[in-house]
């Protein structure tokens, strides 16, 4: 098939001089998609009540904060390496002093700036289109489902638009060949990596894009024209070798390579077709294949120099991201979970919407690559898993599928059947339009067409939106208000956070997120994670609380600290109480926030208890630090309808292992057994001074396999211990009576 094109520079100069007013004019329709996209973005942010990713939200806070603070990145106070310029352009807003508007701030500005991938993809694509092909070609960009990224604490909010604003300065480059749009290329080159770790691609697209655009040229097609067989299969040797010897070299200077070249190179192709599934679905499956599709050039196709350079610089960008994102997926199905990470691929959604828009335009294809992208697209949406979840973090793209399923009770087969339709047909209308002779009527359907992917697509943006609200205000329960009663006390003031047994970290992520008063996150038993440093203070016998090898210089001591009760005790008065939702819906937990004593140090403490109140494999202790009088420790242990078993109450002094206290001498030891459904409760008198218990369970167990059809528990289970100390014995209570 054949096409016509005339060269953009002939009309450049056939067009009379534009004035300032014209240009304005020109500039409305542009403007005005970002100015209504935005809108939309800005108020789904506002619905927005709390950000929920984390760890990933709540690291990019940590680092952002301390650079406002101190100019430096850091994670809950540690030093910390740069990681991203997103987190300097957020850092001032951190200077806000309500968090509940510096949140805010944060979020209107993500919307503004990752919505503004508008503009390098329109003036990328109007290098070899008209203006309103290239409007559909922006506006497709900016509204696809992973727009509602636009709200959230990530990096994507600028990489996406800086990603798209490197495309057009490396095309613009290669067309002008000018030397500021060169500098201005590799500038931005260099800078992507910077912006967000994984745009170390963009230097590479730099590079093959190039290669690719020599090899394209003129010159080397003639002088390819004298190629033999043997020539072709000797540049094809030595792509092949370059390839391995980049992997060779890469492999011996990172394990991460290594182990997914080696052992797991069919991930890499498995995950990243996955990811392209997800991305394909998201745009409407009709500009991923129209988009891939337009790389080739058609037979009799005018040789356009912006075409040319378009090309070579979409092909590399799909090659760098789709080999970045199936690597990065395969590594983390080794180290983490099997993920779709379509989050990594959506940086080639402008190059596939421009591609689309080129197509479109010219109502010319190559039919045999649309035939094989086609064939491709099918396979995506037949071989990606549909997750069942109200949102996938990491793979917005199925947002439109799963909020069907939540509403309509769309199921994955039936989505499959209508995803497959709508690449059947428009795929038809694509190759059939080049054959019809009424160029209206061609145009008429295509435009028809577009207007159903740009719809497409804002519908999965919206529904994208829609599942990031509703899961925002259900971890938002979790907290309840309000978020900043810490620094509502505190008023900036250190403040430690210390737990104990924690199952689910989302309420201390939220309680982190919200209350910048508190600089520390330790638990007793390592049960705490990051982002940040976390783990265990050191305790002395006495119960003192320090960061450094001696006790008497603990390193850095805080004002206030708010306590995991009941298993961790700290000395102090109580300034707050604040309730929040346990790791099962039903259950309301409380924390309190204490006026700690200087030096810091801990009252009482339980270890190796869960949330639910079972004790573990390494059973459970209790440690009494304060130098009372005498008291009363109670002690309950069930076993609930799970056999029963023998146990060992040990009572004695407290002395320092490794830096952490654990039961010295044993002055008292109570041997006894628990049955299924009793609950026993020892009374024991306590000494005048500091002391430890401990309850040994010999006959552990797994829920799971005990009762494989009851039970999915996993745990090794001892009992249900519940310790509390009593200054004097309640009225009514029989010493170490039971019942």
């Not at 145009?443 to 740009?454: C, D, N, P, Q, R």
């Amino acid at each position: 098939m054949s096409a016509v094109a005339t060269p953009r520079r002939a009309e450049e100069e056939a067009r009379p001089r534009l004035t300032v007013a014209d240009r304005l004019l020109a500039a409305v329709p542009l403007a005005s998609i970002y100015l209504w996209l935005s809108i939309v973005y800005c108020v789904e942010a506002w619905k927005r009540t709390t950000p929920w990713l984390f760890t990933d939200e709540l690291e990019m806070t940590q680092i952002s904060r301390a650079i406002a603070a101190t100019g430096h990145a850091a994670r809950r106070g540690e030093p910390y390496k740069f990681r991203s310029l997103y987190t300097y352009m957020i850092a001032p807003l951190w200077w806000i002093d309500d968090v509940a508007k510096a949140f805010s701030a944060v979020k209107y500005v993500d919307v503004l700036v990752m919505t503004s991938v508008i503009f390098p993809t329109y003036f990328l694509a109007r290098l070899f289109m008209r203006r309103g092909w290239a409007l559909f070609a922006a506006g497709g960009a900016a509204a696809l489902p992973s727009l509602a990224y636009s709200s959230w604490i990530v990096e994507e909010t600028l990489a996406y638009p800086f990603a798209a604003l490197c495309f057009f300065l490396i095309v613009k480059a290669f067309v002008e060949k000018s030397r500021w749009w060169v500098i201005g290329a590799i500038a931005a080159s260099l800078v992507a990596p910077f912006v967000r770790g994984e745009l170390i691609v963009i230097p590479i697209v730099l590079l093959i894009g190039g290669s690719f655009a020599i090899w394209s040229s003129d010159r080397e097609r003639t002088r390819r024209e004298s190629w033999t067989t043997g020539d072709y299969l000797g540049v094809v040797v030595l792509v092949l070798g370059a390839i391995f010897a980049v992997s060779a070299l890469a492999s011996h200077h990172s394990q991460q390579w290594y182990s997914v070249t080696y052992y797991y190179k069919h991930r890499i192709f498995v995950l990243g077709d996955w990811a392209a599934g997800a991305l394909a679905i998201g745009m409407g499956v009709i500009p991923f294949v129209v988009g891939l599709a337009a790389l080739a050039p058609t037979r009799g196709e005018a040789r356009v120099r912006e075409v040319r350079m378009f090309r070579s610089v979409a092909a590399a960008g799909i090659i760098g991201f789709a080999l970045y994102t199936g690597m990065k997926a395969a590594y983390l199905s080794t180290v983490f979970a099997t993920r779709i990470e379509e989050r990594n691929l959506i940086y080639i959604a402008p190059l596939l919407f421009i591609g689309t828009a080129l197509v479109f335009e010219r109502r010319r294809v190559n039919l045999i690559a649309l035939a094989a992208a086609t064939a491709y697209g099918f396979y995506l949406v037949v071989g990606t898993p549909y997750p069942s979840v109200q949102l996938y973090s990491d793979a917005l793209g199925f947002s439109i599928i799963q909020q069907a399923n939540r509403y309509y009770e769309l199921t994955s087969g039936s989505a499959q059947w209508l995803l497959i339709g709508i690449l059947l047909v428009g795929a038809a209308v694509v190759a059939v339009s080049a054959f019809v002779r009424r160029t209206s009527i061609a145009l008429g359907t295509l435009a028809v067409l577009a207007v159903g992917i740009f719809a497409w697509n804002v519908t999965g943006q919206i529904s994208a939106a829609a599942g990031n609200v509703s899961i925002a205000r259900e971890t938002g329960s979790i907290l309840r208000h309000p978020y900043t009663w810490v620094d509502d006390v505190t008023h900036g003031k250190q403040t430690l956070y210390l737990g104990q047994g924690v199952a689910d970290q989302r309420s201390e992520w939220l309680l982190e997120f919200w209350n910048r008063s508190i600089v520390t996150v330790n638990s007793l038993d390592s049960s705490l994670v990051g982002p940040g440093p976390s783990g265990t203070p050191n305790i002395a016998a006495d119960g003192r609380i320090y960061w450094s090898l001696n006790p008497d210089d603990p390193g850095r001591t805080y004002d206030y600290a708010v306590e995991d009760w009941p298993c961790v005790d700290l000395a102090g008065t109580v300034a707050a109480t604040h309730g929040y939702q346990g790791p099962s819906q039903t259950e309301l937990r409380e924390w309190k926030l204490i006026q700690l004593t200087k030096p810091n140090r801990l009252r009482a403490a339980c270890i190796g208890l869960y949330p639910d109140g079972w004790s573990g494999a390494n059973d459970s202790t209790y440690f009494h630090f304060a130098n009372a009088a005498h008291g009363w420790l109670r002690i309950r242990i069930s076993r609930q309808s799970w056999p029963g078993s023998p146990v060992h109450v040990q009572f004695g002094s407290i002395r320092t292992q490794y830096k952490q206290p654990v039961v010295g001498r044993i002055f008292r030891e109570l041997r006894f057994d628990t049955r299924s459904g009793e609950t026993k409760v020892i009374w024991l008198r306590t000494p005048a001074g500091r002391f430890g218990a401990r309850v040994v369970i010999d006959k552990k167990f797994v829920p799971r396999e005990l009762n494989p059809e009851g039970s999915s528990d996993p745990r090794t289970l001892g009992a249900q211990v519940d310790y509390r100390f009593f200054k004097k014995l309640p009225r009514g209570v029989t010493p170490r009576s039971s019942g």
